[in-house]
């Protein structure tokens, strides 16, 4: 019910150009209390009074009193001053006829019952200095004169008497005086700009100048009218009726001259022409070579008057178009030189007798009507009967027509002109101060014996070949009277009068929609005592704002019955509103409700595209348009999307780009969404939007409980809103922080929230992980990364869809570099620790955990991050400690100090790292070692498999055939995934290769497991130079005889190290020398010759000797080979034995030889040398 009353106290649709506003009503028109027979005839209207004459022959002075409350739109209160009747009373007469006020100089003339008074203003006090006298009609003021000008010269007023015009000067301390009188007579009405009047009596008009006294005929009023007789044709000498020579006289004829005197001396040449009376257009054949202002056009004479016009079908009202009729252009008229055509010869003559002409209607006079839209044009009106179309011809101070007709339901009671008019055909841009200019003509219709009236609205300065011009009507209803056709018409006659001066009207309506109101969505305590507070300080300066821009001015009053209503030109925001207001609702029973119509909102938007406002109301206006107009194209994806129904594409982009356009606050929108209506941040301020808006939200959320609307995104809230929001939603995000654009932090958190709320939603169903992110999901990345306003909430959201990952990125995007770092590591760690994520995207989490620990400064988070890696995965983890190219370096020893404390899983692979990695750090060799042994030890001494495990080892390579691989490659190749087993490979590494290790020490704890350990009891034995020992070990404990000869080769160093191709295993520093190779290879064949396999034992020995035979001596051989073997086991070595000693003879005779040569040449230089010197003789004592 309450949607039902809401609708019942809507007003009616203003999209009319005009609106009425009440001036008064309930007038006391009769002394003697109601009565039905007396009416008001004029009414005028002048600062604060307001005069009111009536059919009684009564003129009604009321005192307009202000409105009691503070409320200017408030009607003003009218109190009776005083209740005149003019003196001369006639019951059977017309009553009131005319009231014309002369504000300059505080006078008034009243024509009643054909009889002209002069009244003192405001009290209407009769000047007695003027005697009453018969006329006809009483004006002519130039309406180019400032009505509130100087008093000094008076005013000049046209009196209307039965055969001549009387211009008469009225001044405000002397009496009326006579200027001059012109020979027309009967003059009913007469509009003057300057010296020129446009003037008609009872059957046509004619255009004046009451300076030069010419006339031109225009044509006739009714085209029925058999009395109008010709009109038209050259300008006609009025003869003037002088006046007593005055000083005063002759003062107002310069008062008449003086603003045309330059125009008069300008056309002084066909003025003169004029005054001499040059002939009528009949009288001469000859066409002027030039027509002068006054020279009648042939479009005007009689024979080109408007033909009487056809009753056309009823043109039906409330906004219907119609057609104006286009002057007939000059180049049609016939030319006075070219010949008539011959006469009709008989037989050119048609035989048969013509259909006779239908007879013309009944002639019925006409009141004419004149009105001036601007200082060079007159209106003029003519017809054929009084309800029949009427015509209205413009025509300018030349008596040219000068722009096209225009059309009236019928023959005007009544018209007025609104507004300068905008000049279209101007090269320029047209003058952003020049407003529409309107016709108002009250018409009326009859239907089945009754009359109705109406005030037709239409533009006078559109030119109707441009197409259809529309045509509008006052609505009545506000008048409380029974009204037809929508309220376009009553039972009731009108009048309309353009009243003496504009009066300020205050249109409430224009405050309530464009004054700033605050959209409360959820109301609290709290925050109605702060409205309230902000409401009473805000109060004053907006009813200032509000009636600035709802104060108007209007000139023209209407009036029917006992009431009087100002004609106000309807204000753009109401006019386009009334629009919107009529798509606004859909009646659902006896119910209201918002249902808009997309198509009229649509048109609405179209019609306001482009348009530049031209002053600050309407740069408000149309910005309130564009807002309500887009809220309700909205409006109406929201409520099909609650009917679920989906949306053309066109239809979604015709929404979004209204809400662009409109750059309403986002606020407003996502309140009326289901889900995100939750995202809205109002602030202490509210949401500030416009009055009208805010009362259409708060009806709509009224009647729409937008947290129950479906929420699928899947469905039609998916299709029709979330997508096109969400670019609505990126284009604010994309103006934060341009000028124009709000500044309110409220905003922006809203949009931030709502526009990642939108995403999630969306990138719901798409796949996990980030092999293909889709668009939802780089936009997310996109939204994250940069700063946002709403980081709280954000937290909110992505923790209450579990999208962690992408709440680091937010941390990392948002953060104070203070805690970023620590906010990002502490929801990778939870991620990490099986916290669900449903986006999936952190991929190899703790390698970027130590990539990014890798980056960041803070010691602290780096050793609690790294310990907590280090405990999860110690190999990753110890990269942390030792990675020289980490922002934070640690100290080996501090490094182990942590690990010990926090991971001591991950010590040793640290210290592998420093060992193995590095090599820098030899003073951690000892302690990795005896981590491996406390590991192999360990599992030895706890699980007899394993060392059965190790005993199987042993069994299964001796048992392989040659070639076999080493015993350290076997172990490697076929590791176990035991740690045990990986810490043992490692232990044999570090006892081969480094030489820092207390061997006594590992000596002491491998000797109780050296059945089990025999590889690493082999490299203590060669430390110890045990190389016997360890020769033995290989060959019977491990039958690994390829490492028995490398270990001849190049020493207990190289057993366990990983070959290099083409480079010896170990340093040229550590190869032992070629006797003690020959040693050590004299052992191990020792140990060949004590193989158990005999087939073994001889076919290592004959390897051995045959490919090492070379470091053994042969006599050694000879001596522990058996005597049962075959020469053959070993004639390799045998031969290469010979061979070496007969290659070893040979090399020692060449030696000799060589050394025989060489002491000749030694000798012969001797002898030589001996000769040179010659004898030396020694005397001896």
């Known amino acids: 019910m309450a949607e039902a009353s809401f609708q019942s106290q809507r007003p009616p649709p203003l999209d009319g150009p005009y609106i009425l506003r009440k001036l008064v009503a309930n007038l006391p028109l009769s002394a003697d209390g109601p009565s039905t027979d007396v009416r008001i005839t004029c009414v005028e209207v002048w600062n604060g009074n307001l005069y009111v004459g009536t059919s009684a022959s009564e003129i009604i002075h009321f005192v307009l009193l202000p409105p009691e409350t503070d409320d200017p739109s408030e009607e003003p209160t009218a109190i009776i001053a005083s209740r005149l009747e003019p003196p001369h009373n006639d019951n059977s007469g017309p009553g009131v006829q005319?009231?014309?006020?002369?504000?300059?100089?505080?006078?008034?003339?009243?024509?009643?019952?054909?009889?002209?008074?002069?009244?003192?203003?405001?009290e209407l006090s009769p000047d007695s200095t003027f005697k009453p006298i018969g006329c006809l009609w009483v004006g002519g003021v130039d309406l180019n004169e400032d009505v509130n000008g100087s008093s000094e010269d008076g005013v000049v007023v046209v009196i209307g008497l039965k055969k001549r015009l009387r211009l008469v000067q009225i001044s405000e301390n002397s009496p009326p005086k006579a200027i001059k009188a012109i020979e027309y007579g009967g003059c009913l009405v007469s509009v003057r700009r300057d010296t020129f009047s446009c003037a008609a009596d009872a059957h046509s008009y004619a255009l004046l100048d009451i300076v030069h006294q010419q006339k031109i005929g225009l044509f006739p009023i009714s085209s029925l009218d058999p009395d109008a007789g010709d009109v038209g044709g050259a300008a006609e000498h009025l003869a003037t009726v002088p006046s007593a020579p005055s000083r005063s006289a002759s003062s107002a004829d310069r008062h008449l001259r003086g603003p045309e005197e330059q125009r008069g001396h300008a056309r002084s040449t066909s003025l003169n022409v004029l005054g001499l009376g040059g002939p009528s257009r009949t009288a001469s054949p000859q066409p002027p070579a030039q027509r002068y202002g006054f020279d009648v056009p042939e479009s005007l004479s009689r024979d080109m008057s408007p033909a009487p016009a056809r009753s056309p079908a009823r043109v039906p009202v409330g906004g219907e178009h119609s057609e104006r009729s286009s002057s007939r252009p000059r180049g049609g008229a016939t030319s006075p030189d070219k010949p008539l055509p011959p006469p009709p010869t008989e037989e050119d003559r048609p035989q048969a007798e013509e259909p006779p002409l239908p007879q013309p209607p009944p002639f019925i006079p006409l009141k004419p009507h004149v009105a001036s839209p601007n200082p060079n044009e007159f209106l003029l009106t003519v017809g054929t009967t009084p309800s029949d179309q009427g015509v209205g011809m413009f025509v300018n101070l030349d008596g040219d027509m000068c722009r096209g007709s225009i059309q009236f339901s019928s023959y005007p009671d009544a018209i007025a002109v609104d507004g300068s008019g905008m000049d279209f055909s101007a090269s320029i841009s047209p003058d952003m101060n020049a407003e529409e200019g309107y016709v108002l003509a009250v018409v009326h219709r009859e239907s089945q014996g009754n009359t109705t009236y109406g005030v037709e609205v239409q533009r006078w300065d559109v030119d109707p070949s441009a197409g259809e011009v529309d045509k509008y009507w006052l609505n009545f209803s506000p008048l409380g009277l029974p009204v037809h056709s929508k309220g376009s018409y009553i039972s009731t006659p009108i009048g309309m009068r353009t009243v003496v001066q504009p009066f300020d009207l205050v249109i409430p309506e224009v405050g309530a929609k464009l004054t700033v109101r605050k959209l409360?969505?959820?109301?609290?305590?709290?925050?109605?005592?702060?409205a309230t507070r902000v409401e009473k300080s805000q109060a004053?300066?907006?009813?200032?704002?509000?009636?600035?821009?709802?104060?108007?001015?209007?000139?023209i009053v209407v009036w029917a019955g006992d009431q009087i209503w100002w004609t106000v030109r309807n204000p753009l925001v109401t006019q386009l509103d009334s629009r919107i207001e009529a798509a606004q609702y859909a009646q659902v029973g006896d119910v209201a409700r918002i249902q808009p119509g997309r198509g009229a909102i649509e048109k609405v938007l179209g019609d306001i595209r482009g348009r530049e406002p031209q002053n600050e109301s309407e740069y408000l206006s149309l910005i309130y348009i564009r807002q309500k107009a887009s809220l309700m194209l909205f409006m109406d994806v929201v409520l099909r999307t609650k009917a679920d129904i989906i949306i053309f594409e066109n239809?979604?982009?015709?929404?979004?780009?209204?809400l662009i356009e409109g750059e309403m606050d986002p606020r407003v929108v996502l309140s009326l969404m289901p889900i995100l209506y939750r995202e809205v941040v109002q602030g202490s301020d509210g949401i500030q939007i416009y009055g009208g808006i805010t009362t259409l939200v708060e009806h709509f959320l009224q009647q729409n409980d937008v947290s129950a609307m479906p929420t699928n995104v899947n469905g039609p809230f998916g299709d029709n809103l979330l997508h096109f929001v969400k670019r609505y939603l990126q284009f604010w995000r994309r103006r934060k922080g341009m000028a124009s654009v709000t500044n309110d932090p409220s905003v922006f958190k809203s949009v931030d929230a709502a526009l990642l709320h939108i995403l999630l939603l969306l990138d719901q169903g798409s796949a996990k992980g980030t092999s293909s992110p889709g668009a939802q999901r780089a936009e997310l990345y996109d939204l994250v990364d940069k700063e946002v306003e709403c980081f709280d909430r954000a937290v909110q959201l992505l923790e209450q869809f579990k999208r962690l990952f992408l709440l680091s990125r937010l941390y990392q995007g948002n953060c104070?570099?203070?805690?970023?770092?620590?906010?990002v590591l502490a929801t990778w760690k939870r991620i990490i620790e099986g916290e669900e994520d449903k986006g999936g995207e952190l991929v190899d989490g703790e390698q970027k955990v130590r990539d990014y620990l890798?980056?960041?400064?803070?010691?602290?988070?780096?050793?609690?991050?790294?310990?907590?890696?280090?405990?999860?995965?110690?190999?990753?983890?110890?990269q942390v400690f030792a990675d020289d190219q980490s922002r934070v370096k640690f100290d080996p020893t501090r490094a182990v100090a942590l690990l010990?404390?926090?991971?001591?899983?991950?010590?040793?692979?640290?210290?592998?790292?420093?060992?193995?990695?590095?090599?820098?750090?030899?003073?951690?060799?000892?302690?990795?070692?005896?981590f491996y042994l406390d590991s192999v030890i360990n599992e030895l001494e706890s699980n007899a498999g394993s060392r059965a495990t190790l005993s199987q080892s042993y069994e299964t390579y001796r048992i392989l055939e040659p070639p076999k691989p080493t015993y350290f490659s076997f172990i490697n190749d076929n590791a176990l995934a035991a740690e045990w087993w990986h810490a043992r490979i490692r232990l044999l590494q570090l006892l081969s290769e480094t030489s820092s290790y207390d061997v006594n020490t590992v000596l002491s704890r491998l000797q109780p497991y050296e059945q089990e350990l025999v590889s690493e009891m082999i490299i203590l034995n060669g430390r110890q130079e045990r190389h016997e020992e360890a020769l033995k070990l290989l060959t019977h404990g491990l039958g690994d005889y390829n490492t028995a000869i490398s270990y001849c080769l190049y020493g207990y160093a190289s057993i366990h190290r990983r070959a290099t191709p083409g480079a010896p295993p170990v340093s040229h520093s550590q190869i032992p020398t070629r006797p003690e190779q020959s040693r050590m290879f004299g052992h191990l064949l020792k140990e060949f010759l004590t193989i158990e396999d005999l087939s073994q034992r001889v076919e290592r020995t004959s390897e051995l000797l045959e490919r090492f035979g070379g470091w053994l001596d042969v006599a050694d051989v000879l001596a522990i080979v058996p005597d049962d073997w075959s020469v053959d086991v070993f004639s390799g070595f045998l031969i290469q034995t010979l061979r070496k000693l007969v290659r070893d003879k040979a090399e020692s005779d060449i030696v000799r030889a060589l050394s025989d040569a060489q002491n000749s040449q030694t000798s012969s230089k001797l002898v030589e040398k001996r000769d040179e010197y010659g004898a030396t003789f020694e005397r001896v004592a």
């Open 520 to 530: 409360q969505l959820t109301p609290t305590e709290e925050a109605a005592e702060e």
């Open 98 to 122: 005319q009231i014309l006020l002369l504000p300059k100089i505080s006078k008034a003339c009243v024509l009643c019952n054909n009889t002209l008074s002069i009244y003192s203003l405001p």
């Open 540 to 555: 004053a300066a907006d009813r200032e704002f509000a009636e600035r821009l709802s104060k108007l001015q209007s000139q």
């Open 651 to 658: 239809e979604k982009r015709i929404t979004e780009q209204a």
């Open 816 to 823: 104070k570099a203070s805690v970023k770092a620590s906010h």
């Open 854 to 878: 890798r980056k960041i400064r803070d010691q602290g988070l780096v050793e609690e991050y790294g310990a907590w890696l280090a405990n999860r995965n110690p190999k990753l983890g110890v």
């Open 900 to 930: 010990r404390d926090k991971a001591p899983g991950a010590v040793k692979d640290y210290l592998e790292y420093l060992v193995f990695g590095q090599k820098k750090h030899p003073q951690y060799v000892n302690e990795l070692i005896a």
